[in-house]
């Protein structure tokens, strides 16, 4: 496609319960990176795939989170047990190479999660 | 621990004026600064972007200015516009590593 597709755009869901949210990188990209956005605050990492692998998870919070890029294309951040404090932008990123120090990121919209 | 601080938080500025922006860091290590502008409800977009080899880079009404020995670096918008009303978000990243340190926001209102 022509830009990064996060899908859903908005998602809200129960206090324990499990939610996945799909990135669709622009065609060709092989770096993909997660971030989370909390309101008034910048975007932090939190995974990074070249191709299938997850070559650097770091930045998950804990093991409740756990992503996946099975075919080197779309991505899913999946999100078990859910609480409050992991409502944010979950935003997506992608790039042709990885982004180190030069190349740029294709951000998506992003999916608002809200923890209820 | 905020690798990147911003400041302000918030701006207001005239139509036709400069905006600035400030932004500090520790890890001298950074060796990319790219600054990125969010519209609500879309993800951050790149501006305009600066390696530490050079003290000044200009784009149109974007200039972002860097002080290596300050470990500092701003970005100025000449004749701000209503259209530039935005969170405005510095970053920066070093060779090899695997994502950017991004600052906590500037949200710029421009007033026509």
């Known amino acids: 496609g022509a830009g990064v597709s996060q899908t859903p755009s908005n998602k809200v869901t129960e206090k324990g319960k499990y939610v996945e949210l799909r990135c669709d990188p622009i065609s060709g990209h092989t770096a993909l990176y997660w971030y989370r956005q909390s309101l008034g605050q910048g975007p932090e990492f939190l995974i990074y795939?070249?191709?299938?692998?997850?070559?650097?998870d770091s930045g998950l919070p804990n093991d409740r989170f756990f992503a996946v890029r099975p075919e080197g294309s779309v991505s899913t951040l999946k999100i078990q047990r859910t609480e409050r404090g992991d409502s944010a932008m979950y935003l997506c990123?992608?790039?042709?190479?990885?982004?180190?120090?030069?190349?740029?990121?294709?951000f998506g919209s992003g999916t608002r999660l809200t923890v209820v | 621990q905020q690798q990147v601080k911003q400041s302000p938080q918030s701006l207001i500025v005239q139509k036709g004026g400069i905006s600035i922006i400030n932004c500090a860091y520790e890890?001298?290590?950074?060796?990319?600064f790219p600054w990125y502008q969010q519209f609500p409800g879309k993800g951050p977009a790149l501006l305009i972007a600066i390696r530490p080899d050079v003290s000044e880079k200009k784009e149109g009404r974007f200039t972002i200015s860097f002080n290596k020995s300050a470990k500092q670096f701003s970005l100025h918008i000449m004749d701000s516009q209503p259209g530039d009303s935005a969170t405005y978000f510095c970053a920066a990243s070093l060779t090899g590593a695997n994502n950017l340190f991004f600052g906590t926001g500037t949200r710029l209102t421009v007033i026509p």
């Open positions: 990123a992608s790039s042709l190479a990885p982004a180190t120090g030069g190349n740029s990121y294709t």
């Open positions: 890890n001298t290590a950074f060796d990319y």
């Open positions: 795939f070249q191709g299938t692998g997850a070559a650097d």
